[in-house]
Antibody, heavy 121, light 108 residues
């Protein structure tokens, strides 16, 4: 079955760009009709949806982060990525990647284990 | 954006008891686009219910979902020790997708 694994630096300096990758195993990222999302969770708090990329490459972002977020896909590596620019301490969180059906009916059924990113100098 | 409000924030119950969790949306959400997740400490969320009432693969029958429009409910018929966790509702009817703030089900 499909599995997701996040990777990237655990420590990012303020004002720099946070870059994370989600590797898809057990299936092709370009097969079927799916959305691939990023979600984050500050310690002790709730979940915030950051944005998604469709199998075709089209993207949608949370307006609260839209000016700083870029999500892209690399089908040759079976990966999709998150870039968040101009980070501050408020961006410190566990970052998850997740999959959902292209018609959005079915919830986010596959999640990565999450990766902790700390923004600090 | 659609704001999802969950209540109560914390539910203190004993094993074997019935848990009823509420999720209210700030505007109507098609039932097809309402999901529930369970999250245990240090773990990623796990999909429990989608389409407001359909159990995800491998989810025990003691978990059930209901509701429509703006009011949705997750019911755990008889709490098992492994069910004590935080539960989130989520809508993917409108962008941006949004989650409730969570309900913690704790052991009384």
């Amino acid at each position: 079955q499909v599995q997701l694994q996040e990777s990237g630096p655990g420590l990012v300096k303020p004002s720099q760009t946070l870059s994370l990758t989600c590797t898809v195993s057990g299936g092709s990222i370009s097969s079927g009709s799916y959305y691939w999302s990023w979600i984050r969770q500050p310690a002790g708090k709730g979940l915030e949806w950051i944005g998604r990329i469709y199998t075709s490459g089209s993207t949608n972002y949370n307006p609260s982060l839209k000016s700083r977020v870029t999500i892209s896909v690399d089908t040759s590596k079976n990966q999709f990525s998150l870039k968040l620019s101009s980070v501050t301490a408020a961006d410190t969180a566990v970052y998850y990647c997740a999959r959902s059906r292209g018609d959005s009916v079915g919830g986010m059924d596959v999640w990565g284990q999450g990766t902790t990113v700390t923004v600090s100098s | 954006e659609i704001v999802m409000t969950q209540s109560p924030a914390t539910l203190s119950l004993s094993p074997g008891e019935r848990a009823t969790l509420s999720c209210r949306a700030s505007q109507s959400v098609s039932s097809s686009y309402l999901s529930w997740y369970q999250q245990k400490p240090g773990q990623a969320p796990r999909l429990l219910i989608y389409g407001a009432s359909t159990r995800a693969t491998g989810i025990p029958a003691r978990f059930s979902g209901s509701g429509s429009g703006t009011d949705f409910t997750l019911t755990i018929s008889s709490l098992q020790p492994e069910d004590f966790a935080v539960y989130y509702c989520q809508q993917d009817y409108n962008l941006p997708w949004t989650f409730g703030q969570g309900t913690k089900v704790e052991i009384k």
